[in-house]
């Protein structure tokens, strides 16, 4: 599967989606497209869709926890939506779930950090 991030925009968020593998050779890439992307929108919150990612590895979780510290400053969250049971199995023993939440659903992530329905 080829290594591929897509970006949506909600209200006053993103939905970060990745698909096959989120690992060094990808991070500074979708870094960089991230920034861009939260410079022109200035979103609060971020979702991260795992459902594709097949590998992730220290950079990549690296990656999702520096975008949780930028919208920490502005008062906004993160979460994680659709993970597949291998990003679940990672993001556990990452400790990551210590900090952000995993939601079923776009609808129940707004409904949680109070962005407008």
Same mark, same amino acid.
Not at 6 to 13: K, N
Not at 33 to 53: A, N, Q, V, W, Y
Not at 60 to 71: A, K, M, T
Not at 93 to 101: P, Q
């Given at each position: 599967?080829?290594?591929?991030?897509?970006?949506?925009?909600?209200?006053?968020?993103?939905?970060?989606?990745?698909?096959?593998?989120?690992?060094?050779?990808?991070?500074?890439?979708? +870094?960089?497209?991230? $920034?861009?992307?939260?410079?022109?929108?200035?979103? +609060?919150?971020?979702?991260?869709?795992?459902?594709? @990612?097949?590998?992730?590895?220290?950079?990549?979780?690296?990656?999702?926890?520096?975008?949780?510290?930028?919208?920490?400053?502005?008062?906004?969250? @993160?979460?994680?939506? $659709?993970?597949?049971?291998?990003? +679940?199995?990672?993001?556990?023993?990452?400790?990551?779930?210590?900090?952000?939440?995993?939601?079923?659903?776009?609808?129940?992530?707004?409904?949680?950090?109070?962005?407008?329905?």
């Amino acid at each position: 599967m080829e290594s591929k991030i897509r970006i949506t925009p909600f209200e006053d968020g993103l939905v970060i989606k990745f698909s096959g593998e989120l690992d060094s050779s990808k991070t500074m890439l979708y +870094r960089d497209k991230i $920034h861009r992307e939260m410079t022109s929108s200035g979103p +609060r919150f971020l979702l991260f869709d795992l459902k594709d @990612c097949s590998f992730l590895d220290s950079a990549g979780i690296g990656l999702i926890l520096g975008r949780f510290n930028e919208v920490e400053k502005v008062a906004g969250g @993160c979460g994680f939506i $659709h993970l597949s049971p291998y990003a +679940r199995k990672v993001i556990k023993i990452s400790g990551l779930f210590s900090v952000m939440k995993e939601y079923s659903s776009l609808m129940e992530f707004r409904k949680d950090m109070g962005v407008k329905l």
